[in-house]
């Protein structure tokens, strides 16, 4: 069965830190990776994405994931956190199964960025 | 202006009791789906529709039941709520796209508790 593991449920920062969550997936042909951000009391909004090229993506508010595909990894990285960075961020591996076409999400790392 | 919306944002319901969680979209897209989410679990998908006439259950459809009214509406229904169904729910939205991948476009979500 695919899955999705993100491997740090919780992370807290200072400002001006660094930042890489880490994502994997398990399956074995073709996907399409994604990340969300689900900020404090709002829906989820879509940071970048992966679907074919150049496996190093970049999104919004200066986030970037790279798309290592003999790892199964596609990680997120922002080189300076700020304060607003705070929310929950959701890996997610869209791929095609024997049921068509399906999303599957990761169990969200939380993010904490001390001002 | 809200491409996806939900309603109702808030309700609180008694065990045994029928809720009906009620999603739409001007976003002119096809398919939506249906999602819960709990602390630590991220999102786990209950059903998905690719269209009006095709609807399909997603890895925890058990006690719940879904209708898509036309393609802007998709209604979630539990037909007898229990308390382990407390938690988020938000609808989602997406294109077709290209090979049937896409980002998937959320709504406000709804917080459910069952007392």
């Known amino acids: 069965a695919q899955s999705v593991s993100q491997h740090n449920h919780h992370v807290i920062l200072s400002e001006a830190a660094s930042l890489e969550l880490g994502c994997n997936y398990s399956y074995g042909g073709t996907v399409n990776l994604f990340w969300y951000v689900q900020y404090p009391g709002q829906h989820l909004q879509l940071l970048l994405k992966?679907?074919?090229?150049?496996?190093l993506v970049k999104g919004i508010k200066g986030f970037e994931a790279e798309f290592i595909k003999s790892k199964f990894s596609f990680n997120l990285r922002k080189p300076s956190v700020q304060w607003s960075d705070t929310a929950e961020y959701f890996c997610a591996v869209n791929a095609r199964n024997t049921g068509g076409f399906k999303t599957i999400f990761g169990a969200g790392t939380r993010l904490f960025v001390k001002a | 202006d809200a491409d996806v919306t939900q309603t109702p944002r808030n309700r609180i319901t008694k065990t045994g009791k029928r809720i009906m969680l009620e999603c739409s979209q001007t976003?002119?897209?096809?398919?939506m789906y249906w999602y819960r989410q709990d602390p630590g679990l991220g999102l786990r998908l209950i059903y998905y529709s690719f269209d009006v006439k095709d609807i399909n259950k997603g890895e925890i459809s058990d006690g719940y039941s879904v209708s898509r009214q036309a393609q802007a509406k998709f209604s979630l229904s539990l037909e007898s709520a229990i308390p382990n169904q407390t938690a988020l729910y938000f609808c989602?939205?997406?294109?077709?796209?290209?090979?049937?991948?896409?980002?998937?476009?959320f709504g406000p979500g709804t917080r459910l508790t069952v007392l």
């Open positions: 992966y679907f074919s090229g150049d496996p």
């Open positions: 976003k002119g897209h096809d398919r």
């Open positions: 989602a939205t997406s294109d077709t796209g290209t090979g049937g991948y896409n980002e998937q476009f």
